[in-house]
């Protein structure tokens, strides 16, 4: 299971001191040396350990520390060059369903009060995939070429199902889809020809599809299951117009990798 500039790529050598050794250039403390020279270690000036310090080692990896993401873990490790890469349908939430989420969320944290709601809503299509960053435009071609031929279709997200993650690492709370299964299936079995062509991981079997409404960190299904779940149930029948509401219009497939957003339309 389970939107800005793009990054920035370091260079892997020092271009001036490329340019500097070309042009033959004098250094301090080398005691007039040219190229070629080896001068006496002892007329070496040292180099200042807050110089050194300015360089971090460009084998150096990011900090990855839990803390800073609201104690979630990673799938994979964070790697230089590695794009995580993930195919959905987006939903955008309008005011009517915010309301709605404002009274399920609520209702669901006296079970659990580390719940928090999600920043923005979806339909997964695919696991989280790693892309090397000189495969993301081909792999985006090859799904916008299985995509080109899909009608828009509406799909009904409104049955209140608690999920976990494979590591059992965060917990869901989310609405499962009850019509419109067939045809997510088969935007599912087209993005995972693309996953084998890329040889990455294709979809879960038999999935259940839905849209994740808050997480927490942990396994919380023990207390949000049984009682709790027929709660918000109840809470979301009885909502006005959520018939209408949880009804729908699949436009467009969406691929994001880093930050990186690409969208491609249903006809």
Same mark, same amino acid.
């Given at each position: 299971?389970?939107?800005?500039?793009?990054?920035?790529?370091?260079?892997?050598?020092?271009?001036?001191?490329?340019?500097?050794?070309?042009?033959?250039?004098?250094?301090?403390?080398?005691?007039?040396?040219?190229?070629?020279?080896?001068?006496?270690?002892?007329?070496?000036?040292?180099?200042?350990?807050?110089?050194?310090?300015?360089?971090?080692?460009?084998?150096?990896?990011?900090?990855?520390?839990?803390?800073?993401?609201?104690?979630?873990?990673?799938?994979?490790?964070?790697?230089?060059?590695?794009?995580?890469?993930?195919?959905?349908?987006?939903?955008?939430?309008?005011?009517?369903?915010?309301?709605?989420?404002?009274?399920?969320?609520?209702?669901?944290?006296?079970?659990?009060?580390?719940?928090?709601?999600?920043?923005?809503?979806?339909?997964?299509?695919?696991?989280?995939?790693?892309?090397?960053?000189?495969?993301?435009?081909?792999?985006?071609?090859?799904?916008?070429?299985?995509?080109?031929? /899909?009608?828009?279709?509406?799909?009904?997200?409104?049955?209140?199902?608690?999920?976990?993650?494979?590591?059992?690492?965060?917990?869901?709370?989310?609405?499962?889809?009850?019509?419109?299964?067939?045809?997510?299936?088969?935007?599912?079995?087209?993005?995972?020809?693309?996953?084998?062509?890329?040889?990455?991981?294709? /979809?879960?079997?038999?999935?259940?599809?839905?849209?994740?409404?808050?997480?927490?960190?942990?396994?919380?299904?023990?207390?949000?299951?049984?009682?709790?779940?027929?709660?918000?149930?109840?809470?979301?029948?009885?909502?006005?117009?959520?018939?209408?509401?949880?009804?729908?219009?699949?436009?467009?497939?969406?691929?994001?990798?880093?930050?990186?957003?690409?969208?491609?339309?249903?006809?």
């Amino acid at each position: 299971m389970s939107a800005g500039p793009l990054v920035g790529y370091s260079s892997s050598g020092s271009e001036d001191e490329d340019e500097a050794e070309a042009e033959g250039r004098t250094w301090p403390g080398a005691g007039g040396c040219r190229r070629g020279q080896s001068p006496d270690p002892s007329q070496r000036f040292p180099v200042p350990d807050s110089v050194l310090n300015m360089f971090p080692s460009t084998e150096e990896r990011p900090e990855d520390d839990s803390a800073k993401h609201g104690g979630r873990v990673r799938t994979f490790p964070h790697e230089r060059g590695n794009w995580a890469t993930h195919v959905y349908l987006p939903y955008e939430a309008r005011e009517e369903f915010l309301e709605l989420l404002d009274l399920l969320l609520p209702h669901a944290q006296t079970y659990v009060p580390r719940l928090v709601r999600m920043e923005a809503f979806h339909l997964s299509l695919s696991q989280s995939v790693v892309l090397r960053h000189h495969w993301i435009l081909p792999f985006v071609q090859a799904l916008k070429d299985r995509m080109a031929s /899909f009608q828009r279709f509406f799909f009904t997200a409104n049955r209140v199902k608690i999920y976990t993650n494979q590591e059992k690492t965060r917990t869901f709370v989310g609405l499962e889809v009850t019509s419109g299964h067939a045809e997510c299936l088969d935007l599912v079995s087209e993005v995972d020809r693309v996953m084998e062509e890329f040889d990455l991981t294709t /979809f879960y079997p038999d999935p259940s599809f839905h849209i994740s409404l808050a997480w927490c960190v942990g396994d919380a299904r023990p207390q949000l299951e049984g009682q709790c779940l027929q709660e918000l149930q109840e809470i979301l029948d009885e909502f006005e117009d959520s018939e209408m509401l949880l009804r729908v219009l699949t436009e467009q497939v969406r691929c994001k990798s880093g930050n990186k957003f690409f969208s491609m339309p249903l006809k």
